[in-house]
């Protein structure tokens, strides 16, 4: 629903310096001016593209204006950038490792119930939720792909509640492709059944 997930932001990419942004990933907005992501959004790109703006307080990226149940949203933001920082070991010792990267916005966001950062509790209550026991049910939430090809992705934000993946489980999965799995990532939305039909996503711990 709208502002369900204030702090989700788009990345938006010009090829060559021209033409409107291509929204092509997705980030999460920590600070006033700050935006964590994944360092393979920000560093290698195609040859031509660059990144040129963040998005924040996007809800349908096919619409103009985002309204619900008689209430709409305010137009989103599009914040320039300033600067960008990845991970100095991103990359390595193995491909995607440390795969994460900092935006500094050129001004601050405008704040309001749809966009607003996330909260980061280290530890709140005695929970670690940098430490999710298996099979615990999370959240992931973008524009991503809705399709097993992965070439459709969602013009409307969405979210889904997936399982934590065994440690074991998820390196056993990711070694058969060459992947290594380290205790900086955590693996969730696993899927065991035969060959072709297991899936992780891994997210990096801050």
Same mark, same amino acid.
């Given at each position: 629903?709208?502002?369900?997930?204030?702090?989700?932001?788009?990345?938006?990419?010009?090829?060559? *310096? /021209?033409?409107?942004?291509?929204?092509?990933?997705?980030?999460?907005?920590?600070?006033?001016?700050?935006?964590?992501? /994944?360092?393979?959004?920000?560093?290698?790109?195609?040859?031509?593209?660059?990144?040129?703006?963040?998005?924040?307080?996007?809800?349908?990226?096919?619409?103009?204006?985002?309204?619900?149940?008689?209430?709409?949203?305010?137009?989103?933001?599009?914040?320039?950038?300033?600067?960008?920082?990845?991970?100095?070991?991103? $990359?390595?010792?193995?491909?995607?490792?440390?795969?994460?990267?900092?935006?500094?916005? /050129?001004? =601050?966001?405008? =704040?309001? !119930?749809?966009?607003?950062?996330?909260?980061?509790?280290?530890? !709140?209550?005695?929970?670690?939720?940098?430490?999710?026991?298996?099979?615990?049910?999370?959240?992931?939430?973008?524009?991503? /792909?809705?399709?097993?090809?992965?070439?459709?992705?969602?013009?409307?934000?969405?979210?889904? *509640?997936?399982?934590?993946?065994?440690?074991?489980?998820?390196?056993?999965?990711?070694?058969?492709?060459? $992947?290594?799995?380290?205790?900086?990532?955590?693996?969730?939305? $696993?899927?065991? *059944?035969?060959?072709?039909?297991?899936?992780?996503?891994?997210?990096?711990?801050?």
């Amino acid at each position: 629903s709208l502002g369900q997930f204030p702090w989700l932001v788009n990345l938006g990419y010009q090829r060559n *310096g /021209a033409g409107e942004p291509t929204f092509k990933c997705g980030g999460t907005l920590i600070g006033p001016r700050h935006v964590v992501t /994944a360092a393979h959004c920000v560093t290698d790109l195609p040859s031509g593209f660059e990144l040129v703006v963040v998005r924040v307080g996007e809800h349908d990226l096919a619409g103009e204006v985002d309204c619900q149940a008689g209430v709409c949203a305010p137009q989103p933001q599009d914040m320039r950038v300033s600067s960008v920082v990845t991970h100095p070991s991103y $990359g390595k010792p193995n491909p995607f490792q440390n795969d994460i990267a900092v935006i500094t916005l /050129a001004e =601050e966001v405008k =704040e309001s !119930d749809y966009v607003s950062p996330v909260c980061l509790p280290f530890r !709140d209550g005695g929970y670690d939720y940098l430490s999710p026991t298996p099979e615990e049910v999370v959240d992931v939430a973008g524009w991503g /792909a809705t399709t097993q090809t992965g070439r459709r992705p969602a013009t409307v934000l969405q979210f889904l *509640g997936v399982k934590v993946t065994p440690g074991g489980d998820c390196k056993e999965v990711y070694s058969e492709r060459g $992947g290594v799995i380290t205790q900086s990532q955590i693996c969730a939305g $696993g899927v065991r *059944g035969k060959v072709g039909d297991r899936l992780s996503t891994v997210v990096l711990t801050l």
